[in-house]
C-alpha cells in the first residue's frame, strides 16, 4: 500500500491516514532530527516500552513518561534505585513493565557511560545507511536493517538493554537517522531529515 490521501487532501504513510495522535506524530516529529542526549535516551526508552504495544499507547502516556523519567536526564535516571524502580511499578500513568523500566535505568546508565566515549547521539548517528531506504509501499518497508542489527550489537557491548534490530530500526526511522516517510508522502524530503 503506498500513501494514502487523507479527509483533509493530504498524502501521508498509511499507518498515519486519520485524525488524532498518530497523524499529529507523523505530521511533526516522525523522521525529524532530533539533537541532544536527552532527546535520544527518551526516544531509545519509549521505542523499548513500545516493544509489543502500540505506539499510541506510548504517545498517550508520553508526559507522564516525561515526568518520571526526569525529562529523560540521564545523570538523575542513572541514580534511581530500588525504590524508584518501585514508584515506577505502581505509576499507572506509564507502562508498568519490570523488565523494561530496569532497562530504563540501565540505559541512562549506559548513556552516562558513552559521555567518555562519542557518547548517545554520535553513536546512533555512526550507523546512518547508505544509500537510504526509499520505499514507495508499505510492503517495500522494512523492520530491520544491517545498520539497525549492528547498532544493537554495539548497544549491547557497550552495556545498553532492550536494544534488539527491530527496536533500534525503529528509533533510527523515529529520530530521522533516514528519511522513513514512503515516496508520495507529504513529508517525504521534507528538509527536516539529515545532518
Not at 507522564?64 to 540521564?74: I, N
Not at 546512533?124 to 549492528?150: G, H, N, W, Y
Not at 557497550?158 to 513529508?187: N, Q, S, Y
Request: charge should be negative; charged fraction near 25%; glycine fraction near 10%.
Amino acid at each position: 500500500m503506498g500513501p494514502v490521501t487523507g479527509e483533509d487532501g493530504i498524502d501521508r504513510c498509511p499507518w498515519a491516514g486519520g485524525p488524532g495522535v498518530m497523524r499529529d506524530y507523523h505530521d511533526r516529529e516522525w523522521g525529524n532530527r532530533v539533537r541532544g542526549e536527552a532527546a535520544y535516551l527518551e526516544r531509545l526508552t519509549l521505542e523499548a516500552f513500545q516493544s509489543g504495544l502500540s505506539w499510541s499507547t506510548i504517545l498517550n502516556k508520553r508526559d507522564a513518561f516525561r515526568e518520571v523519567f526526569a525529562g529523560f536526564d540521564a545523570d538523575t535516571v542513572a541514580a534511581y534505585d530500588d525504590t524508584d524502580a518501585a514508584r515506577l511499578m505502581a505509576d499507572a500513568r506509564i507502562v508498568r513493565n519490570r523488565l523494561k523500566i530496569a532497562a530504563a535505568i540501565t540505559n541512562a546508565r549506559a548513556t552516562v557511560a558513552l559521555r567518555e566515549r562519542e557518547g548517545l547521539e554520535a553513536l546512533v548517528l555512526s550507523f546512518r545507511p547508505d544509500p537510504p531506504p526509499a520505499p514507495a509501499t508499505t510492503e517495500e518497508m522494512a523492520t530491520t536493517s544491517p545498520e539497525s542489527k549492528a547498532l544493537s550489537k554495539e548497544l549491547k557491548k557497550r552495556g545498553f538493554a532492550f536494544v534488539g534490530p527491530t527496536t533500534m530500526f525503529a528509533l533510527m526511522e523515529a529520530i530521522g537517522v533516514f528519511d522513513p516517510h514512503l515516496l508520495g508522502c507529504h513529508r517525504r524530503g521534507s528538509g527536516t531529515i539529515g545532518t
